[in-house]
């Protein structure tokens, strides 16, 4: 069993950022895969960035360039840097552990391991 919670959220205007994290326990946290997701209402949960257990990272288009994934074994962390927020990245986000990372095809399938979700509020 492994207990991911998220923090970080909130309101933020056009152009801003904001640092999300999203600690697991439960599992050795070295030797896991892990994920940032998004769901906007009306919307289905996208991937937006995975980091593999050796540190490999896997972006959306969407927000390559912009989010950066990256974490901290020794405090059972992953961030997810977010710059240059547009209106368009409002949603619930959430982080997913101990998913399967594919090297090959540079994609990241979800674990059953989630978080509760974090409001980002991107508006004036």
């Known amino acids: 069993q492994v207990h991911v919670v998220e923090s970080g959220g909130g309101l933020v205007q056009p152009g801003g950022s904001l640092r999300l994290s999203c600690t697991a326990s439960g599992s050795i946290f070295s030797s896991i895969h892990m994920g940032w997701y998004r769901q906007a209402p009306g919307k289905q949960r996208e991937l937006l960035a995975a980091?593999?257990?050796?540190?490999?990272?896997k972006y959306a288009q969407s927000v390559k360039g912009r989010f950066t994934i990256s974490k901290d074994n020794g405090k059972n962390t992953v961030y997810l840097q977010m710059n240059s927020l547009k209106s368009e990245d409002t949603a619930v986000y959430y982080c997913?552990?101990?998913?399967?990372?594919?090297?090959?095809?540079?994609?990241?399938?979800?674990?059953?391991?989630w978080g509760q979700g974090t409001q980002v509020t991107v508006s004036t």
């Open positions: 997913n552990a101990g998913g399967t990372y594919y090297i090959r095809r540079s994609d990241y399938v979800p674990s059953d391991y």
């Open positions: 980091m593999s257990s050796t540190g490999l990272t």
